[in-house]
């Protein structure tokens, strides 16, 4: 039997499938095969992950965006789609590096990739809400969403996604006869991590229920919205804005329910195709459906948002300065 070579992954994480390598094949080979796939994968991600961390900076950079709840849930947003990137290409690394480990450490690397992937659909139904309430409670909007109140709304939606990962672990903890000691003979990842049939039963049933609570949230704030739209009362450009926002909320959702689907997918085609084909389809779908979405946001929001976009652009070019007076007046 050859060598397995497992690349694994949460949602966010690369994909659960082995690649098998034959016995004869040489370390050399497996070198070079390791640094292409590295090279392919780092690239993307760090293209992606410097948008993200200048767009992280620049909602720090003003105190009009630290004081703006509508900023600090994107702020929160990027912060979880961020560490989900950073964590993807290390989870890639140690995999393609075939570096193996014990279960306790790889149950501290798997844990915030599952407190992560939690995160950020919450985080879409947060800020959907709050969208809600501008366009249809504009009056009460000030006294609903405030500082205080977003930061508290963020705490929940860690909490929840903490609460998720504390379940996992008492389950490993009560259930897996394994000592935490034990060696790992395969790469470390959340499927080679839990094992038991039990995990794959509350994963499926918690990724249902996380779905479809915050698509119908995001739905109804939707339709909220475009309700709202169509009353003489209110502010139909600032509605319109509202609504598609929405919607691109509905979009990122749907993203991130088709990254959970790559695993799947990997799986059926796995020995159905040639290495080579399946090392393409594999490397287009982690860019696409993995780390492209984690970027998501800062292209939605940074670029659309009237305030945001030549701070941000003044930055992404390393402070060479952008013509627009907005940058000296929230300065």
Not at 25 to 45: D, H, L, Q, W
Not at 61 to 81: D, G, H, Q, W
Not at 197 to 209: N, P, T
Not at 271 to 283: A, N
């Amino acid at each position: 039997m050859g060598t397995p070579y497992i690349l694994n992954s949460d949602r966010a994480m690369p994909n659960d499938f082995q690649l098998q390598q034959n016995s004869s094949t040489t370390n050399g080979n497996r070198e070079n095969k390791a640094g292409v796939n590295v090279v392919f994968s780092f690239i993307p991600c760090f293209i992606f992950l410097y948008i993200n961390c200048v767009m992280l900076y620049t909602l720090r950079s003003k105190p009009v965006f630290r004081e703006t709840s509508r900023y600090l849930l994107l702020y929160n947003l990027l912060l979880a789609e961020t560490l989900q990137m950073i964590l993807a290409q290390m989870m890639f690394l140690l995999a393609a590096g075939l570096v193996f480990m014990t279960r306790l450490v790889c149950l501290l690397v798997v844990i915030p990739t599952i407190i992560t992937t939690v995160t950020s659909p919450f985080s879409l139904a947060v800020m959907s809400l709050e969208r809600y309430v501008a366009v249809c409670f504009p009056l009460r909007y000030a006294c609903i969403v405030t500082v205080p109140t977003t930061y508290g709304a963020i705490a929940v939606v860690w909490a929840i996604s903490i609460a998720n990962m504390l379940i996992r672990v008492i389950m490993l903890t009560a259930l897996d006869a394994r000592p935490f000691g034990q060696f790992m003979g395969v790469n470390c990842a959340k499927s080679t991590l839990f094992q038991l049939k039990i995990f794959s039963e509350f994963e499926i049933g918690f990724v249902c229920a996380e779905f479809v609570s915050v698509g119908l949230i995001i739905i109804l704030s939707y339709v909220g919205v475009m309700v709202a739209a169509k009353a003489a009362s209110i502010d139909k450009v600032s509605a319109n804005k509202a609504s598609k926002t929405v919607l691109l909320h509905m979009i990122q959702l749907s993203l991130s329910l088709s990254s959970t689907l790559v695993n799947t997918i990997m799986k059926g085609l796995s020995g159905k195709l040639d290495m080579i084909t399946f090392k393409i389809i594999w490397f287009v779908m982690f860019v696409l459906l993995i780390t492209l979405p984690r970027c998501l946001s800062c292209l939605i929001y940074g670029f659309r948002d009237q305030m945001i976009r030549p701070i941000l652009i003044q930055h992404l070019l390393l402070g060479m300065k952008w013509p627009n007076k907005l940058v000296s007046h929230l300065s």
